[in-house]
């Protein structure tokens, strides 16, 4: 069996390196000569990361993972501790634990994984077609790839994602602006351990380590969409929007280095519960897009390859049943999570300021019970338990 896999992303590499373990001959096409990620990082939840090392990938992602122990809550004008408390019950309850790690970092671990020389970079496909036993996929540059099963990893604006659902989908603006990128870790801004969050006036403020003494760090401001800001105006603008903030926060901004940080206007679409129509099935944000109010898009990606690779290998019905299986395992797990983040995602950014301030006051009574059982439900709904 031939699998042709369009895009090189964290789905598209995560199904390829799937698929090559379970002896399926793959071609993984990309659009770009080379892959610059949107983020600077991306916190992998157990779920992902038993994926990861079902695919052989334990020991490495143990390298570039950060030791994140606790997480805690802070209260954004003074920098008061709500709520702080360890991860060791969430680690020990699902077996694994979380490893925050740097995009690049990730995405090179991928690609060397399945073979830097074996990914086609610079084909962007245009279109493609199901025949009698096959599928072809048409690239700009005229060339044409054929294969028994067609893998469409190529994101959130798809252009596969139409061909499968028969409709075009709209993106939704999720109402809030991230800004993300990497600073050296610095004790006075936050532990190095843990997982901190700044909140207060539906915005936040986190750090979370990664591998090589550097917090991944993230700021999210509720604002219209289409707003003349870039790299350019970050400090000030980041200065304006946080103005008031404690001292740690004003200090992360200070030391941000505006070239490297991302400005991202967070979208979603709408669930749908086709993947797959025929020999073509949608992986990761082709078939799935979430806000990251929960950091699961990435991990329900590599689940998605891991269940993918499985119902093809373990099938003799043929490749149209395999999907169909696949549809079947993932398409509640996939809607789960991103109606989970988007609702997440209102409570975080105030679109009703009443339930934030709630939520800003459990938070100074929660445990971490009620937290932690949260994310425990979300990572056991995985694959891989
Ligand atoms: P992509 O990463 O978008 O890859 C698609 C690839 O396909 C691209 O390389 C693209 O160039 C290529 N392509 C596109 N069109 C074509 C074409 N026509 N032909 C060939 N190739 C094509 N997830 C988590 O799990 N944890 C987190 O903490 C987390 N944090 C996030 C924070 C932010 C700010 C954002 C925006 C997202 C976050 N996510 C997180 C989500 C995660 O980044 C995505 O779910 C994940 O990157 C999706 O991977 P993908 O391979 O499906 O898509």
Known sequence: MKAIIIGGGIGGLSAAIALKR????????????????VGAAISIWPNGVKCLNWLGMKEQLQQLGGPMEFMAYKEFVHGQTMTRFSLDPLIQSVGERPYPVARAELQDMLIDNYGRADIQFGKRVARIEEF?????????????????????????????????????????????VNWNG???????????????????????????????????????????????????????????????????VQKLISTINPDTTNRIEIHDIEPFMQLVRGRVALLGDAGHSTTPDIG?????????????????????LGVEDALLRYQGKRAYRVKDLVLKARKRCDVTHGKDMAITHSWYEELKVETGERVLSGMRETILGGPLE
């Open 22 to 37: 379970c002896g399926i001959t793959t071609e993984v096409y990309e659009a770009v000569k080379e892959i610059k990620p």
């Open 132 to 176: 009698d036993g096959g599928v072809r996929a048409y690239f700009d540059d005229g060339h044409v790839a054929v294969g028994d099963v067609l893998i469409a990893a190529d994101g959130t604006h798809s252009v596969i994602r139409p061909y499968v659902l028969g409709h075009q989908t709209e993106r939704r603006y999720a109402g809030y």
């Open 182 to 248: 990497l600073v050296e870790i610095d004790e006075t801004i936050a532990p190095g351990n843990q997982w901190t969050t700044f909140v207060g006036e539906g915005k936040r403020v986190s750090l979370m380590p990664v591998a090589g003494n550097r917090f991944y760090f993230f700021f999210d401001v509720p604002l219209e969409k289409g707003l003349p800001e870039d790299r350019s105006t970050v400090k000030a603008d980041l200065t304006r929007y946080f103005a008031g903030w404690a001292e740690p």
């Open 296 to 316: 699961q898009g990435g991990c329900a990606a590599m689940e998605d390859a891991v269940v993918l690779a499985v119902a093809l290998q373990t099938n003799s």
